[in-house]
């Protein structure tokens, strides 16, 4: 069975930094894209950043510069390196992995950011 599970979220200020991870166990994820989205209150959920097996990276342009997306395929871990956070940034974030039809989602890590 397929689990992911995110870590490290938390409360921060403005202009702080937070690192988010998220570890997959129950299946080699090599060639899957792995990815973050966040969903803030009363909006729907939205796509952060995602990386796919060789190493290209795809941001959101509101995070472009701020937050940087790495994977680990020996880990099977996605990590995503958030700075310069602002209010707006305040969200649950899901790691996603898929490929083809297959598709997983962790149960999420609260992000708030204080002004």
């Known amino acids: 069975q397929v689990q992911l599970v995110e870590s490290g979220g938390g409360l921060v200020q403005a202009g702080g930094s937070l690192r988010l991870s998220c570890v997959a166990s129950?299946?080699?994820?090599?060639?899957?894209?792995m990815g973050w989205y966040r969903q803030a209150p009363g909006k729907r959920r939205e796509f952060v950043a995602s990386i796919q097996s060789d190493g290209t990276t795809t941001y959101a342009n509101s995070v472009k510069g701020r937050f940087t997306i790495a994977r680990d395929n020996a880990k099977n871990t996605v990590a995503l390196q958030m700075s310069s956070l602002e209010p707006e940034d305040t969200a649950v974030y899901y790691c996603?992995?898929?490929?083809?039809?297959?598709?997983?989602w962790g149960q999420g890590t609260q992000v708030t950011v204080s002004s």
């Open positions: 996603n992995f898929h490929y083809t039809f297959y598709n997983y």
């Open positions: 129950g299946s080699r994820f090599d060639s899957y894209i």
